[in-house]
């Protein structure tokens, strides 16, 4: 399965998980489910299809 790039970003103190925009299957999986942003579940969902997730900052990736 192909990697997943997911980038988290604080907006307002709320921690936002958005795709990567330079990862096409990041790209396709926002797309699929129709927003700009997931949310945990929709990432515990994406590991349990068997993608693999990376976050671009892994401290911040800790936290949520």
């Given at each position: 399965m192909p990697v997943v790039f997911?980038?988290?970003k604080i907006v307002?103190?709320?921690p936002k998980i958005y795709p990567d925009p330079n990862n096409?299957?990041?790209l396709r999986l926002a797309k699929l489910i129709g927003a700009k942003t997931f949310n945990a579940q929709q990432v515990?969902?994406?590991k349990a299809l068997g993608f693999?997730?990376?976050y671009s900052d892994a401290?911040?990736?800790a936290q949520v």
């Open positions: 997911l980038t988290i307002y103190g709320v096409a299957a990041a515990a969902d994406i693999e997730i990376q401290y911040v990736a």
